[in-house]
C-alpha cells in the first residue's frame, strides 16, 4: 500500500492507494487544515489510525523546496524529514517531492475531463511542458522528455519567487507600493492568493477603483476575502468594479507570467495552468489570459500556437503523487 499527500500551507490531502486499484480510486482519503497541526509527521498519524490500513511506502507532494529528503513548506511552518517520517511513521520508504514536481507528474495522465482549454494551439510532440500553479502561494515547474525511459520527466522549479516584471503603467504601481511593504517583490507576491490580496489592496488604496462600505463589511468579517472578491468580480448581474479590476489584473499578471514561462523553458508542447484559483475564475481567464500571454513582440506568434489548459481536477497533486510514487 502507498501513503500519498498533497502537502499545502491552507490544506493538505492524504490518500492510501493500492497498486491493482488504480492511481485514481484511493481506499481511503482526508483533507485537513495544514494550521490546526504541529508538524506531517503528526497529521499523517492521525489519518493512519483513522484509515486502517498498513502502508509500506509514501510519497508527498510539498509546497516549498525540497533538498536531499528535506523540506520546508513555503508558507506553513513545518520542517519535513523523509528519514524523520519513515521512523516516525514505521513506513519504510517515505519520498518527497516539490508539489509542482508532483502536478507536473500527473500531466501526461490527464483525460479530457480534467482539463478546460483556453487555446488548442498546435502542441510539438514530446517537446517541453510547462506548468504554473497560482494557489495560496505560485507554483512553477516543467516536464521535458526523456528518450531513454520513453516518457516525460518532471522538473521542479521555484520559479514563482523570481522577480515581478511590470508589462504596464499599472502593475508599475503596484511593484512600487510592494516593494516598500516587502523589499523584494516575487511573482508570488502577486499571483497567488496571497497576490490576489495585495492587488486588490493597491487598487484601493491608490483610488483605481472605489471600495463600497457593504464589500467592506463583508471583508472585515471573513477569514478569507478572496473568494467575495472573486465572486463579486464574476457577478453576472452587478460586478463590483474594484473585484472586476483586482481579477483583471490578476489575471493579466498570470498570463504574463505563464508566457514568460513557456519562453524560458520553450514549452511547444504546451502549458498547463494548475492550483486552487484558475478553476474559480475560468471567465475571466476566458477574456483576458491568452492576450497577456502572448504578448511577447517578436515572439507573439509562437506563444499563439502553445496550447493552453486549466487543470480542473482538485486531485491533480494527489495524482501526481501517487504516479511517482509507484514509479508511473
Known amino acids: 500500500m502507498l501513503l500519498v499527500g498533497d502537502i499545502g500551507g491552507t490544506k493538505t490531502t492524504l490518500a492510501i492507494i493500492a497498486p491493482d486499484a488504480g492511481v485514481r480510486h484511493p481506499l481511503a482519503q482526508a483533507t485537513f487544515a495544514s494550521q490546526a497541526y504541529a508538524s506531517l509527521t503528526q497529521l499523517a498519524s492521525e489519518f493512519l489510525r483513522q484509515a ?3 502502508v509500506d511506502s509514501a510519497c508527498f507532494g510539498v509546497a ?62 514530446r517537446a517541453a511542458i510547462a506548468v504554473i500553479a497560482p494557489g495560496t502561494g505560485l507554483g512553477e515547474g ?73 464589500l467592506a463589511e463583508r471583508l472585515a468579517s471573513a477569514e478569507d476575502p478572496n473568494p467575495i472578491i472573486v465572486e463579486m468580480a464574476l457577478d453576472a448581474t452587478q460586478p463590483c468594479p474594484l473585484c472586476t479590476l483586482t481579477i483583471d489584473t490578476f489575471v493579466s499578471i498570470l498570463g504574463n507570467e505563464a508566457g514568460n514561462l513557456a519562453l524560458k523553458v520553450l514549452a511547444t508542447g504546451g502549458v498547463y495552468l494548475a492550483g486552487g484559483i484558475p478553476p474559480r475564475i475560468l471567465p475571466a481567464l476566458e477574456k483576458g489570459f491568452f492576450q497577456a500571454f502572448r504578448d511577447k513582440g517578436r515572439f507573439a506568434a509562437l506563444l499563439s500556437q502553445v496550447p493552453v489548459h486549466v487543470v480542473i481536477n482538485p486531485q491533480v497533486a494527489l495524482l501526481g503523487a501517487a504516479c511517482h510514487g509507484l514509479g508511473l
Open 52 to 54: 486502517e490500513y498498513r
Open 64 to 125: 516549498g523546496p525540497v533538498v536531499a529528503g528535506r523540506a520546508s513548506v513555503t508558507n506553513l511552518p513545518w520542517e519535513i524529514e523523509a528519514a524523520e517520517l519513515s521512523h516516525s511513521l514505521g513506513i519504510p520508504t517515505v519520498q518527497l517531492i516539490n508539489d509542482l514536481q508532483a502536478i507536473a507528474t500527473a500531466i501526461p495522465h490527464l483525460e479530457a475531463a480534467d482539463i478546460h482549454t483556453l487555446n488548442p494551439g498546435r502542441p510539438v510532440a
Open 142 to 214: 516543467f516536464l521535458t522528455w526523456d528518450g531513454t525511459r520513453g516518457r516525460y520527466q518532471a522538473q521542479p522549479s521555484e520559479g514563482g519567487h523570481a522577480s515581478f516584471a511590470p508589462s504596464n503603467a499599472l502593475e508599475d504601481g503596484l511593484l512600487r507600493y510592494l516593494r516598500e511593504r516587502y523589499g523584494h517583490v516575487s511573482y508570488e507576491r502577486v499571483c497567488s492568493g496571497i497576490g490576489m490580496r495585495n492587488i486588490y489592496e493597491y487598487l484601493k488604496v491608490s483610488g483605481q477603483a472605489e471600495e463600497p462600505s457593504w
